[in-house]
């Protein structure tokens, strides 16, 4: 679905990503883990043409992403940002349908579309025509999440989508977060700095530091066969929340 070769991407005296090699099959969840700072956001949205590489490139199923082509590929991209990236003075509905009014979808067409997506992510329709201030949490992202499907993407980007969220709420969507990824069967690329989510949803993990992959794997390749002593030590670093959630102790 995606591959990158030899990238690199600088912001001021800061190496965001340094010669990145790196494939996404399609049809599985590939998840970005690591510090703050070490790059998982930057190569989202490098992925997504938001912004350039300084060298190297990116492909989108067999084609090169370029400022020429940029917008057209994007619109098969659907993209989650952290805190879900609502328009507060838009409702629920408004923001679902911003991009296909956008692109000329008639109404039923739009109402259609939407209906499906309310009943995918069991998001309650009278919250459709509230706007994101009194939409709780949960329901924010989901809005986000039905925004982000509804051109039927062929891949969805999500940027942390659940890390601003209290733990019991973050623990029901992440059930039904994966529920959807398996009943869409699409390719998801997702960020997340919490491990034992990685492992909850990823086939294949991606550690990064210092805008550097260290590892590509699945979980269990990185609690039994670290490439190196900064996987130990990120790993253990998480020992308490991977212990709780995943039953694992590295």
């Given at each position: 679905m995606f591959e990158l070769s030899d990238i690199s991407k600088r912001f001021g005296t800061t190496e965001a990503a340094?010669?990145?090699?790196?494939?996404v099959e399609p049809g599985k969840t590939?998840?970005?883990i690591g510090p703050s700072g070490c790059g998982k956001s930057t190569l989202l949205r490098l992925m997504i043409g938001l912004i350039r590489p300084d060298t190297g490139r990116v492909r989108y199923?067999?084609?090169t992403l370029s400022p020429q082509n940029a917008m057209r590929l994007r619109r098969k991209m659907g993209y989650v940002i952290q805190d879900g990236g609502l328009f507060p003075h838009l409702t629920g509905r408004g923001n679902i349908a911003l991009t296909a009014r956008f692109l000329g979808w008639n109404a039923e067409r739009i109402t259609a579309r939407m209906d499906e997506l309310v009943s995918l992510t069991h998001f309650p329709t009278d919250g459709l025509d509230r706007y994101p201030a009194h939409l709780s949490g949960g329901q924010r992202q989901r809005v986000s999440l039905m925004r982000a499907l509804?051109?039927?993407p062929d891949v969805l980007l999500m940027d942390e989508p659940l890390g601003s969220l209290d733990p019991m709420i973050r623990s029901k969507l992440q059930a039904e977060l994966r529920a959807i990824y398996r009943a869409l069967g699409k390719t998801v690329v997702m960020v997340t700095h919490d491990l034992a989510e990685a492992g909850y949803f990823g086939d294949t993990i991606v550690l990064m530091r210092e805008?550097?992959?260290v590892q590509v794997g699945s979980f269990r390749d990185l609690i039994d066969?670290?490439?190196?002593a900064f996987v130990t030590d990120f790993v253990h670093a998480q020992r308490s929340p991977l212990e709780a959630t995943q039953g694992v102790t590295p």
């Open positions: 340094r010669a990145i090699d790196l494939t590939t998840v970005f199923r067999g084609e509804m051109l039927d805008g550097r992959i066969s670290p490439a190196d």
